[in-house]
């Protein structure tokens, strides 16, 4: 595709690496969550640090399939406009892939569509748990 395409991925991926590094440490900005009720904050802790590792990891495959691919394949014109015909565009690989010629064009799609859908499910459910843990009548004592 073109070069802004693979900027998005690599800010993608920068995200993600501070996703994971995140969920490791258990610390961050991530971990700034106000009016946790009292006596979860470490059990949110917790399972914020289980959430945010796997994560993470779904993040940097999504990420990495992406920027491998754009680095193994190139959209080109397979054959040129004729007259009435139009030119014909298709996925081909610029490096011999040797041993990992399975590694086609629809594998990492199937690879950055399963992360992309388990990041987004993990996302749901780290929302619907915050939901859970926050006092939604903090606001409202102080």
Do not use: C, H
Not at 42 to 61: C, D, H, N, P, T
Not at 109 to 125: D, K, Q, R
């Amino acid at each position: 595709m073109g070069d802004s395409f693979a900027m998005f991925d690599w800010l993608l991926l920068a995200i993600s690496v501070y996703v994971l590094y995140a969920g490791i440490v258990g610390k961050g900005r991530l971990y700034s969550v106000e009016n946790i009720k009292e006596g979860m904050e470490e059990e949110f802790k917790q399972l914020s640090r289980k959430i945010y590792i796997f994560l993470g990891i779904a993040m940097v495959i999504n990420s990495g399939a992406s920027i491998v691919r754009g680095m193994l394949y190139a959209y080109q014109e397979i054959t040129p406009a004729v007259g009435e015909t139009d030119a014909v565009y298709a996925w081909v690989a610029t490096r011999d892939l040797g041993a990992f010629k399975f590694m086609t064009i629809g594998v990492f799609n199937i690879i950055s569509y399963v992360a992309l859908a388990v990041t987004l499910g993990l996302i749901v459910f780290l929302v619907v748990k915050m939901r859970q843990y926050v006092d939604k009548n903090a606001q409202a004592k102080k």
